[in-house]
């Protein structure tokens, strides 16, 4: 690995926990150059709902290159485009009865964030948003102002404006947030103007593992609704069948009016982003929102497959049938082990948050690589163990990480005893 220490920038992070050079990688498995398999709890950081190199997804890909057909062609019309946005429109909006434009953006969520942040302020001509603590929504300047890690914000240089931040509403369980937000909205006193736009992550992923509260996320609209407000929902990791249904808002039964969509939408992990708007919003002059690879062709394909794929193995119960299980299986067996511990989630997305045993998370990480296990922290200090395997992981695979998870626990509470 020293070719990578000595040529490779220190802004380098994942590779930092997983010391390692992988090699291969198969579904829910990952296998480093010396022939070693891991169990993978990461997905690709929600870039691979549909796992690694998924062969319905892959042959669809290498049909498409074997044919010389167009890989890059900015925003003109191409076959692949069309084929994905027709399939998209009735395969999944018909169905649930959403009327959106869709727009092609830079391939990464962070650009699908810094659309949805100028169409909002461009339509609306008020610049202000209000966003969530503990929300992340990117790591670009406009996204960056949304996301409350104060790590990223400091690596910004700058200062970050037009933000009012809000308290998510599990910080404090006796203040009624939409609430709170009216009454900002009302008193001439407040100090703060009405907002183009509320951004939300209607489950705080890389915040901690919050699901919020349908009725809140039911109330939240009806306030936007109320005051002229944009709902811009960030669906780019929780998104694409992760919570258990494919947006993650409709558990809520509500309709953003703004939606961003990267990470898995993809469909075989390939760079892909796009911004779901409501038809009236489309106020856009052509070419005020650009990019060079807004045309990632081989994307459109991978996505449109991905879609198929979701669609013909029902990913989305499935993902709510494995989603029980990881729920039965902390309560059962890794809540009692220590009564310290919290868990949360919804779907395949959940947390064990160690916050109240300090610096048993970043131990944690090593334990399960050591077992054979790939997974992540989140949330405030890196407290919060993420669980987010691929959705198509085997029950078997599943059983194994998660039993990996609690020998790892076994051993690092026999380093941090309950006083």
């Known amino acids: 690995m020293n070719v990578f220490e000595q040529y490779e920038s220190e802004v380098r992070s994942y590779c930092r926990n997983y010391p390692t050079v992988f090699e291969y990688a198969k579904d829910d498995i990952l296998t480093d150059e010396n022939g070693r398999r891991y169990i993978d709890f990461f997905c690709g950081a929600g870039a691979v709902n549909y796992g690694h190199n998924n062969d319905y997804i892959k042959e669809k890909l290498i049909r498409y ?3 010389d057909k ?3 062609s900015l925003d003109m019309y191409a076959t692949a485009k069309r084929s994905f946005i027709e399939y998209f429109e009735e395969a999944i909006l018909a169905p649930r009865g959403l009327d959106y434009k869709l727009q092609f953006v830079g391939p990464t969520g962070t650009n699908a964030v810094e659309a949805a942040l100028k169409l909002a302020r461009k339509y609306t001509g008020r610049s202000g948003i209000f966003a969530l603590m503990g929300a992340f929504h990117g790591m670009t ?12 914000r400091t690596g910004a240089g700058v200062a970050l404006h037009d933000v009012t931040h809000i308290p998510a509403p599990y910080m404090f369980p006796a203040l009624d947030t939409i609430e709170y937000i009216e009454t900002i909205l009302c008193d001439d006193h407040s100090g703060i103007a009405k907002p183009a736009a509320i951004v939300i992550e209607t489950v705080q992923a890389d915040g901690g593992v919050y699901p919020l509260d349908i009725k809140w996320l039911q109330r939240l609209r009806a306030l936007c609704d109320k005051y002229e407000i944009l709902l811009v929902v960030d669906d780019v990791q929780v998104g694409c069948g992760r919570t258990g249904t494919f947006f993650s808002f409709e558990r809520a039964g509500i309709v953003p009016d703004i939606v961003t969509l990267s990470k898995s939408i993809g469909g075989y992990g390939l760079p892909f982003a796009m911004v779901m708007l409501k038809p009236q919003l489309d106020v856009w002059a052509p070419g005020e929102h650009t990019g060079t690879f807004r045309g990632n062709q081989l994307a459109f394909v991978s996505a449109k497959a991905g ?10 119960a499935e993902t709510r049938r494995k989603g029980a299980i990881v729920d039965q299986y902390l309560h059962r067996e890794i809540l009692p082990l220590d009564e310290r511990l919290q868990v949360r989630g919804i779907g395949l997305m959940w947390g064990i948050d160690f916050a109240r045993i300090p610096g048993a ?16 922290r989140a949330g405030r200090g890196n407290d919060v163990l993420k669980i987010m395997p691929p959705l198509i992981i085997s029950d078997d695979n599943l059983q194994k990480g998660l039993e990996i998870v609690k020998e790892a626990l076994q051993a690092v509470l026999a380093a941090h005893p309950a006083q």
């Open 70 to 72: 167009i890989l890059h």
């Open 307 to 316: 879609l198929e794929y979701m669609l013909e193995h029902d990913i989305e």
């Open 141 to 152: 300047m406009g996204s960056l102002s949304l996301t409350t890690d104060a790590d990223s």
């Open 65 to 67: 290159l074997q044919e």
């Open 361 to 376: 998370s970043k131990e944690m990480i090593t334990a399960c690589f050591e077992r054979g296990l790939v997974i992540e």
